[in-house]
């Protein structure tokens, strides 16, 4: 028989975060609050006009020029802001697929088969993750203009179709949650290595691939400065046309913030869509750990 007290104690996490002490409470309730108003601000401005923002004490409810600001950020013929966010809609769903597939391929190549150089090519890809992006900009740029791809949207795309982090986040994760007796049974049952990892490790994958995919569209989405070093004002992304609505003289506020608004709402469906995977992911990570 189970004690009265112990079936009260239970619940799940909803029951543990109730029984939590008032302190705990309160700065959950900050953390939430500091974490949403940015988002809610940026609301208020989109759905006002430019010299409302500035005024004193700012407006703290949203308003009525969400429609209008609107009208004006897609009607705008410096920022292209419509072709942006197609360009970069395509970038980072191409870049998001491209990274799971090559990633997961290279990081069970490196986990579970042996070949000759392989700690030699781990190496070289860890020493990829050694040197930040900054330093790779001017050689890089060098080699999309001898290409001719200045200005073309495959510039932002081809450099950054796997990463050195993708792959040595997919290599950790198979070696800790495939076990080789699993891919000796395939082997046994006559699969071929194709076989194997289409049917045994991707499964297995499922989890921190949801986390590699999330993080990667999410920075893809929000590059910039590589975008805005060999792109130009008429093919720009979101990020750049977001900066092309910056005048030199005058700043916008509210065709700008209407604009972040735009290019901040598909992360957050994502966001909604992949949360569940995304958290899963990382206690699964981690409970392995």
Known sequence: MIPIGSRRRGGGPLATLWGAGPLT????????????????????????????????????????ELGRNLARLFGNEQAHFGLGLINSAIAASTVTVSTLLFASLAGFAFAKLRFRGRNALLLVMLATMMVPVQMGIIPLYMLMAEIGWTGRLQAVIVPFLVTGFGVFMMRQYTLQALPDELIEAARIDGCSTWRIYWSVVLPVLRPAMA?????????????????????DPDNPTVQYSLNLLNGAYYTDYSLMFTGTAVATLPLLVIFLLCGRQLISGIMDGALKA
């Open 211 to 231: 986390v590699l995919g999330l993080f990667t569209f999410m920075q893809t989405w929000n590059e910039f400065l590589w975008p805005l070093a060999v792109l």
């Open 25 to 64: 409470r309160i700065m959950l309730a900050a953390t939430i609050v500091l974490s949403v108003f940015p988002l809610y601000w940026m609301l208020v401005v989109a759905t006002r006009t430019n010299d409302v923002v500035g005024s004193v004490p700012p407006p703290v409810v949203p308003g009525g």
